[in-house]
Structure formats: structure tokens, C-alpha cells
């Protein structure tokens, strides 16, 4: 866990985020609460009149409350007007930066959190920020208001009430103090229930069709409903918790309501105030243990937030990649590795032992080998997603050279095996390759990969797809991934078993196109299992398994 004093730190740096919502939410908050006492000194006012305690107009005193009421009217829905407005945007503010920082973050092949607990924490754990932030700080500040203001009013028309009413504030700063220490524990291991109950459901959804021919489908129900039945459980001990620790602090504020009204009318009997102040006592004692109950209801609030906060800490503590001016290689370009030697964990086998290879500008190398050779570990030190344990990674040309970094992969194009599209239209994804290519260049590009057959759809490029690109084959699939790359143009073209779903003929033909696609300049790097790759490339690198000694 995050000690306290850190989550405090970022809560302050995030809040200078969003002072505007926060400062608007809390003036008007502060203005309430001296229409409130206004109100209050008002009524006391009308029925001191109207009982012949005072001699001032009752038109005029009916007047002005009316006035305030109609304020009080306005400024609650100024409140809930910005409240709906600005806490959009300060909750869209902050999942956007964490979701472009989460984009940037090193990969290392080795993820340590579910997707789903990742998309658990940028939407709830989200909301529960921003709203602490904008809407919970400020209403604290307002309560604090409250109370000291309540206080002084009180204290002006009676001073021994009004000691008597506050000296339950050690009980409850004493109270709140172990509350809060149970309650974030139980939170955090509701959040964390949460968080597998979505990754169930998320994976599950995701490969329903392994679970429908494995026949498991039962076996994945009995698993969420037995983490649904732990969560319930978590939550029945919240709520009990909870609910005796409310029932406490409700007969605490009972108490303190009855102590006023018997003191009140034992006053009122000796004739020592008025009605109308015996009126105003009781609001105001309304107005003071007020902002207690309020406090009862910040505390599940802040509690929620403080592991919420703990959890997105957790996001951002992820070291991200380097950023800068990207390195572009406008000629063509090589790549060379000397003595690379690569393993994922430090007890893990060597995938690379040593390795050195050029990879010239202009050549086209297939990559063959073993599954476990390291084919697309080779990849990803190209791309700098992951980086070697010993040795080097350069791009070069005739004039420099540089180790391959994230400044550097806008010189290459990849394209994975698996299916990469994403869904919307094949026109958005085909500009993702390349935002400003044209109808034409996007034509030219899915007939080099043989796609032709999406200007045949019904909708052309704008035809829509689903998750995994529902819709159209593998094959399919694959090619309009590499027509997407094509569109990226860069200077080496990285295919990882790019065409194992297409026959052979639709192979033959696409790689013959694509050798006419390329400029003499472009590098080629093909891992493949299939020969008809190797006949169209100028040398072949096989590589070996490394064993574990």
C-alpha cells in the first residue's frame, strides 16, 4: 500500500488540474451556506414578528425570505449544472492522460495486469478521483464553513448550547480514525474483486469459441459466479460495518437534537428567549451536526478514492518509453546487431546467445527457424519494444548510425501475425497507416496485397467491423493489415508470418507484388515457415533454439 502522505501529494497535483470546478463548486457551495444561515436569521425574524417580539414590518421580513429562497433555488442548480458540465470534462481529462501515458509505457513482454483491471482502473477508478477532486474537496470546505459559521451563530444566542452541541467532535475524530483504516481495507479488496470479475468476463467473451468447443462454457459460469459470490461477500461486510458505524453516529446526532429541544423549551418555559429563537436553535443545531452526517459520507468517498488513487498510482509508477524528435532515415536504411544476447527474466533461458547479423539497406532476409528460436524476439529488439541484455541494436546508412529506440520506429513497418484490425471501418483503419493518404493510394496499397475484394463489398472502404474484425477471414484480415503498413512507408518492412493465412497462390502473388511495391532501397525482413517467402528474398537466416544449461 501507498502511504498516506504520498496519495495526499497526488491528490494536490491532479486538484491544480481542475481549480476551476473545484473553486467554482466551492464558492457556491460557500454562498449556500450563508443563504442557509440568512434564511434561518430570516424565519427567526417572521415569527418574532408575527408573535409580538418585534415590531418591524411583516411584509418586508416576508419579502426578503422569499428572496432567499429564490436564490437558494438558483444557486442549486448553478451547482448541479456545473457538476454535470465541468466533472465531464475533468473525468475525460484525466482518463485521456492516463490512457496516452499507458500507450507510452516500456513493454517488456511480460504483462503484469489483465486488460480487464486496466480498463477497471481508468473507468471507476477514474470516476472516483475526479469526483473527490472537483466535487468532495470543495463540499468539505463548504461543511467546514457550515459548521464554524453554525457555530458562532449558536454561541452568539447561547453560549453553553453551543459548547455542549461540539463536544462530540473528539468522539468522532476518534471514531473516524479507526473507521477509516477498516473501511480502505475492505475497499481495496472489493475494488480488486471487481477488477477479476471484468477479466473473466472480458476473456471469456473474447474466446467464447475456444470455450464452446472445449465445452467449458459451464466451467468459466461456476468461476465467475464463485467471484461474484466472494464479492457479495465483501460487500454484506462493508454494508455491516458500515451500517452499525452509521447507527452509532445517528444516536450520537439524536442525542445531540434532544438535548437542544429539551433545553430550548426549558428556556422558552422560563421565558428567557423566544420562539423564534427556539426555532432558530433547533436549524441550527441542524446546521451543525449537519455537516457531521456529511462527514460520515465522505469518509466511504475518500476511502473509495484513496484506492483508487493507490491503484492509478500503480499505472503511472510504469516507466515510459523514451520521447523526443524521431530519427528519420529518408534514404533507405540497414540494421546491424553485434553480440546480442537476449533472456526475459534473469533465471529464464537465453532466446538470443550472442547473436550478430547485417541486415543491408535494400536486402530481403527471411528469418527461418524453430518455434522458440526467438524469430519475434528478434522482432521486437528491432522495434525497440524490447531492449538486449547485452549488445546492440543499430539502424544505419552510409552517413550514421544509431541504436534502435522508439525515436526510431518511424523507420519501420510492422505486421504481426494475428489479426490487428481494429473495429470501425476499413477506410479508418487503413488511415491509421498513413492519416493523409488518399482513395487512390489506399486502392493501390489493398491491390499489392491482393484485397481487391473490399471494393467489391457493398460498402467499399466505409464497410464497417466488429471486435476482431467479424466479417472477413483471416486471410482477409491479414491482408488489408499489410495494405495498412504499406500506407506507412516506411524504410523496413518487418512481417512476422505476415501471410500464414493466405494459400499459396494468393501468397505467390502478393509477395510478387510487394517486391514491386518495395524501392531498391526499402529493407525486408520476413519470418516464415514457407518457402515460397524464401525464393522471393537475397539471404535467409536460420535461427536455433538456445537450451537452457
Request: aromatic share 6%.
Amino acid at each position: 500500500m501507498k502511504n498516506s502522505i504520498s496519495i495526499i501529494k497526488w491528490f494536490a497535483q491532479k486538484a491544480r488540474r481542475h481549480l476551476l470546478q473545484a473553486t467554482l463548486n466551492a464558492v457556491i457551495g460557500v454562498s449556500s451556506v450563508a443563504l442557509d444561515f440568512a434564511f434561518i436569521w430570516a424565519t427567526k425574524r417572521c415569527i418574532d414578528i408575527a408573535t409580538g417580539h418585534s415590531d418591524q414590518s411583516l411584509r418586508v421580513a416576508s419579502a426578503f425570505l422569499i428572496g432567499i429562497t429564490l436564490t437558494r433555488i438558483a444557486i442549486g442548480f448553478s451547482r448541479r449544472w456545473i457538476g454535470a458540465i465541468l466533472g465531464v470534462k475533468a473525468q475525460n481529462t484525466m482518463q485521456l492522460g492516463l490512457f496516452q501515458r499507458l500507450l507510452r509505457t516500456e513493454w517488456n513482454g511480460r504483462e503484469t495486469r489483465h486488460s480487464g483491471d486496466v480498463l477497471n482502473r481508468l473507468v471507476r477508478d477514474v470516476n472516483d478521483v475526479t469526483t473527490v477532486v472537483t466535487e468532495t474537496i470543495p463540499s468539505a470546505l463548504v461543511v467546514l464553513t457550515r459548521l464554524v459559521g453554525a457555530f458562532i451563530f449558536l454561541y452568539s444566542m447561547d453560549s453553553v448550547l453551543a459548547c455542549i452541541i461540539v463536544s462530540i467532535i473528539p468522539v468522532f475524530v476518534v471514531f473516524s480514525k479507526l473507521y477509516v483504516r477498516k473501511m480502505r481495507e475492505i475497499t481495496r479488496e472489493i475494488r480488486d474483486t471487481g477488477s477479476l470479475i471484468q477479466s473473466t468476463m472480458q476473456e471469456s467473451i473474447q474466446h467464447r469459441i475456444i470455450l464452446k468447443t472445449l465445452e467449458r462454457i459451464q466451467t468459466m459460469t461456476d468461476i465467475l459466479d464463485s467471484t461474484q459470490t466472494k464479492l457479495r461477500s465483501q460487500v454484506r461486510h462493508r454494508t455491516l460495518f458500515s451500517s452499525v458505524s452509521g447507527t452509532l453516529l445517528s444516536a450520537g446526532f439524536a442525542s445531540g437534537y434532544l438535548v437542544t429541544f429539551l433545553w430550548g423549551v426549558s428556556r422558552l418555559h422560563d421565558g428567557t428567549i423566544t420562539y423564534g429563537m427556539m426555532i432558530a436553535f433547533i436549524q441550527l443545531v441542524g446546521q451543525i451536526q449537519g455537516p457531521f452526517r456529511e462527514m460520515t459520507k465522505f469518509v466511504p468517498v475518500i476511502i473509495s478514492a484513496f484506492t483508487a488513487a493507490e491503484r492509478l498510482m500503480e499505472l503511472e509508477d510504469s516507466p515510459t518509453e523514451e520521447e523526443g524528435a524521431s530519427i528519420k532515415f529518408a534514404n533507405g536504411a540497414g540494421l546491424r546487431l553485434r553480440n546480442v544476447s537476449f533472456q526475459y527474466e534473469p533465471t529464464s533461458r537465453e532466446i538470443l546467445h550472442n547473436f550478430s547479423y547485417d541486415f543491408p539497406a535494400g536486402s530481403r532476409t527471411a528469418i527461418l527457424g524453430e518455434t522458440g528460436a526467438g524469430k519475434t524476439t528478434l522482432i521486437r529488439l528491432i522495434l525497440a519494444l524490447l531492449k538486449p541484455t547485452v549488445g546492440s541494436v543499430e539502424i544505419y546508412d552510409s552517413k550514421t548510425s544509431h541504436n534502435v529506440s522508439p525515436l526510431t520506429r518511424c523507420n519501420l513497418v510492422y505486421v504481426p501475425q494475428d489479426n490487428t484490425l481494429f473495429s470501425g471501418t476499413i477506410r479508418s483503419n487503413l488511415l491509421l497507416g498513413n492519416p493523409d493518404a488518399t482513395e487512390e493510394e489506399m486502392i493501390k496499397a489493398l491491390h499489392t496485397t491482393c484485397a481487391d475484394f473490399v471494393l467489391s463489398l457493398p460498402e467499399g472502404l466505409d464497410t464497417p467491423l466488429g471486435e476482431n474484425s467479424s466479417g472477413l477471414s483471416q486471410g482477409q484480415a491479414q491482408r488489408i493489415c499489410i495494405a495498412r503498413a504499406l500506407l506507412h512507408n516506411g524504410c523496413i518492412l518487418l512481417l512476422d508470418e505476415a501471410t500464414s493465412a493466405l494459400d499459396g497462390e494468393t501468397e505467390a502473388h502478393l509477395l510478387k507484388n510487394l517486391s514491386e511495391w518495395l524501392s531498391p532501397t526499402q529493407t525486408l525482413l520476413f519470418v516464415t515457415h514457407r518457402e515460397a517467402v524464401v525464393e522471393h528474398c537475397t539471404q535467409t537466416i536460420s535461427l536455433t533454439k538456445q537450451h537452457k544449461e
